[in-house]
Structures are given as C-alpha cells and as structure tokens.
C-alpha cells in the first residue's frame, strides 16, 4: 500500500526520529537509578566511568532536533505574522506538555507522601531536565521568521561565523569570571547554529559541497579545542563537569552543531531516496506523529524500568558490581517493551485537540506580537524549571509561570475559526 508523504522532506523526519532514538536509549543507559533505605538514588555513568566521556561525540544528537526544526519551520512559513506563527507551534508543541506536567504533579506528591521530601526532591530534579530543549526550542523557533529572509550562502555563512564568534566570546567572559551564569546567552547562540544550517539546507543555500567543507573545518576546529585545558571531552552532562559544554553551552558544542548538521546535508539526498522504502517509511511517519511523546515519557518509562527490575533484584546502580553491564542491557530490553507500550497508549494524546487551547488563532497587529513575545517568555520559564527541577519553591514557581505565559498568549490570539494553520 502507497503511504503519501504529503510532500515532507523524508530526510529531515530521518534526522528528527533517529536523533530522538539515539537520546532515549543514551539516557536509559547513562542514568543510574537504585532505592535504598526507602530512597530513591541517581547517578550517571559518565560520572563513574571517565573513559566513556569520548563517547558522547557521537551521540550528542541534539543539534539535529534543532537541524530539523529549522528546516520544517522554513518549510512551513508562508509570511504569516511573526506571533501567530510562533503561537500555532507552541500550540502543538506544549499540548502534550501540558499531560506530562500534570502527571509528574501527581506523581512527586504521591512519592512525596510515601517515601518522603528527600525522594520527592531528587525525582523531581531529573523528571523535568529534559524541558530544556522544549523551552530553546520555541525561542530559537522565534527566528525562523527572520531566518528564511537571508537570500544567499554568504549571508547563511557570515552569520554561522558570528553565532560562533559571539560563543566564544560568550565562553571567554565565562572562564575569566569563573560564573557559569555568564554562559546563558550560549543557550541561543549555540542552538541558533543547527537551526541556521537547518534554513539554510530547506532554501537550499546550503549544498552538499560547501556543507562537506564546513564539517571538516568545524570538526578539527572542535577537536583542538578539546585539546586545551579549558574545556570538558563530554559534550553531555556528567555530573562532575568542571566547565559544562551543554548546561549553559560552550563554543564547543556549538562547532559540534555546526558539523553534525552540515555533516546531514551532505548524506540528506541519500537519506530521503532510503526513507521512501516502505519498510521505512511507515515507522518514520508514525515515529515523527509521536515524536514529543517519546522525547518527554521516556524517563518516567526508565523510571518504571528502574522500578521494576529493582524489584526483581536487578539494579544498574553499581558500576563496580559483578554483571553490572548485562543487568544495564537488560533495562535496555525491558525498557524498549515498555516504551512500546507507553507510545501506543500516549501518542495520541499529542494530537488530541484541548478545548480553548487549540481553538484557531489568526490575525497580526500588536495581539500578534505579544502572543509571540509570550511564546519566548514561556520558553525560558520552561528552562529555568529544567534547571531547577519540581522541587522547592523555584521550581514550583517556574512551572506557575510556564502556565501563566501559555495562557496569556493564548489570551492575545482571538479564536478565528477558518484561519490558516501552518
């Protein structure tokens, strides 16, 4: 049977799905989970074994996430009004949000109420990091707009080279006064570099043989600056890190970003002519429909995992312990069942309209921008409660005004029925 793609560019959903599969499963394997003593206690495997770190080159695949939010959001604006455009990808985006908040909600008071703070406390610290991305994501989406304006590879280029050079001055002003805090402009600097190369392949300004050429420069860029004293190998968190690369994130990860991404618009046309086999084709489409729902259930699925096996006396916690590699494959097996299950049952969610949330919105003017402008406000609340976790009063508080900006741009858009949706 023929499955109509609807004109998508088949590479970019490769990109999207297959970095989504390579995150779930590096953090099923990373996290260390055990409860001791009625406590919950994590760890990660970075942090223990040191010789892995070199690793994460390879399946650092974020940048692809942004790479392909890039390319779509080029693909899919046709000069809709910068904060009704903005507002419609939100509305999609944070819909299944809004299910996988409300649950860990429930969740944290109930572990809260039988196993006590201390447990609430650290569940609540690794059951929202991942929101993050979801919150750089929607800022960074803000400049697609202004992105697909740029008209030639110079201009794509001269402004890959100042996102690298504002990183590293970013990142120089962090060494010399010590604070991790003066990296926080990197969250945009840094993640605008996979979304720019990502406009830039979907305009095709960017072809194979200058994407082929930046890669290499990028890529040995990246490695002698790994040589230095000044910067980490691991390019995810460890736990122990010194100078992250990813929490706020470094010139570094940005090359990373730079040639992982042009890396794919090399081999894209090969990637997409593979993507319409059948055989592929069918997956990658129910993949990409579900894509928020495996980003954001698959840690409660590793947690379930953790549970269960923990219960059955085979805890990954101990890296030291006798047959410690084959109990971290078997959580790998058992969880991919359970992740099975958890999509089927909870991807239909992400597309299962809320009422007023998904009501139409259209329109420009000043309502527009502030939607818009909301959008960005509600994207760094949903990083600040990464970084503080759903736990004590800032991370509360942060979750509070997630909401509040959600419903306040939703506020500023009127319901249009009949008004196009990108």
């Known amino acids: ?52 770190r070199p690793v994460t ?20 604006y046709h000069g809709t009004p910068w904060g009704t455009w ?13 299910w996988y908040l409300a649950f860990w909600a429930v969740v944290l008071l109930a572990v809260r109420a039988t196993m006590g703070p201390v447990s609430e406390s650290r569940l609540g610290g690794e059951a929202v990091a991942l929101l993050w991305f979801l919150g750089v994501y929607l800022i960074t989406l803000a400049f697609v707009p202004a992105l697909v304006r740029l008209d030639s590879t110079r201009a794509v280029l001269g402004l890959l080279v100042a996102l690298l050079a504002a990183a590293g001055l970013v990142d120089a002003v962090r060494i010399v006064t010590g604070g991790a805090g003066w990296g926080v402009p990197n969250f945009l600097f840094v993640w605008l570099v996979p979304v720019l190369i990502g406009v830039g392949y979907a305009r095709a300004l960017l072809r194979p043989g200058p994407a082929a050429a930046i890669a ?40 990373h970003a730079t040639w992982v991404s042009c890396a794919f618009v090399v081999v894209a046309a090969p990637v997409g002519r593979w993507a319409r086999r059948p055989r592929v084709l069918r997956p990658l489409i129910a993949g990409n429909r579900g894509a928020m729902t495996l980003y954001l259930w698959h840690i409660p699925v590793i947690a379930a995992t953790a549970v269960l096996l923990h219960l059955a006396g085979q805890d990954a916690y101990d890296v030291d312990a006798p047959g410690f590699w084959g109990r971290l494959a ?74 509040a900006a959600a419903v306040a741009a939703r506020s500023c858009r009127p319901h249009s029925v009949g008004s196009p949706r990108d």
């Open 86 to 98: 903005l507002f419609t990808r939100a509305q999609r985006l944070c819909r299944p949000v809004f």
């Open 216 to 255: 290499a420069a990028a890529f040995a860029a990246a490695v002698a600056l790994a040589t230095t004293d000044r910067y980490e190998v691991a390019l995810v968190v460890t736990g122990v890190e010194e100078f992250s690369n990813v929490s706020p994130p470094s010139l570094l990860l940005a090359l």
């Open 1 to 52: 049977m023929r499955v109509d793609t609807g004109g998508r560019d088949l590479a970019v959903d490769v990109a999207r799905l297959g970095a989504l599969l390579v995150v779930v499963f590096g953090h099923c394997a990373l996290l260390l989970a055990t409860i001791d003593d009625g406590t919950v206690r994590i760890g990660n495997l970075l942090g223990e074994v040191p010789e892995l």
């Open 330 to 403: 078997l959580r790998a097996a058992v969880f991919a069942v359970l992740m099975t299950v958890a999509f089927v049952a909870l991807a239909p969610l992400e597309h299962r309209p809320l009422p007023w949330w998904d009501a139409p919105a259209g329109g420009g003017g000043p309502a527009s921008v502030a939607a818009g402008v909301l959008v960005c406000v509600a994207g760094i609340t949903l990083v600040v409660l990464a970084k503080h976790g759903l736990r004590g009063a800032d991370g509360w508080t942060a979750l509070g005004l997630f909401v």
């Open 57 to 76: 080159w390879l399946v650092q695949v974020m940048p692809l996430f942004f790479f392909a939010g890039g390319a779509a959001g080029a693909y899919g």
